[in-house]
């Protein structure tokens, strides 16, 4: 009796050191971490914290993580309201891109947003390349839309 009970206590204590280790990474359950190529379940989401992990310094990169790693938890449950026609009018919708947003500017972001709509933008409308003037103005134009959006002006 003594003996089984040593062995179902040694097992369950391996269960819980498993678990610990497991968890020390940054996601939740510690099945991703922030040096993965793709933590996060959206695309959108991957590329940006890909090239905000060659901008910002390491200090900051855990905290975006945090924000970014819930922002793909609600766009996720989002995708599954729409598909389910909860979200009729697209409220959820652009709360979910103001928060996005928000988050993008708290972390001086905006700028690698819009050089990424732009170019997602050209491939798919098959644009030709500009003048640097006509760029350098759209890009303008682009992060005073997206800055009036997040104030919401």
Known sequence: ??????????????????????????????????????????????????????????????????????????????????ASGLDEYGEQEAMLRRKFLSILNQFDLLDVYADDFKNAENSVLGKEDETPFAKALKMKLQREILRSVLTGS
């Open 1 to 82: 009796m003594a003996r089984s009970l040593s062995f179902v206590l040694t097992i369950v204590l391996l269960n819980l050191m498993k678990s610990e280790i497991k968890g020390s990474g940054f996601g939740s359950d510690g099945s991703t971490s922030i040096n993965d190529d793709r933590p996060f379940r959206m695309n959108k989401i991957n590329l940006i914290f890909q090239k905000a992990k060659r901008i910002l310094p390491e200090n900051v990169l855990p905290k975006l993580y945090s924000e970014l790693s819930v922002q793909d938890r609600l766009e996720i449950e989002w995708k599954k309201q729409k």
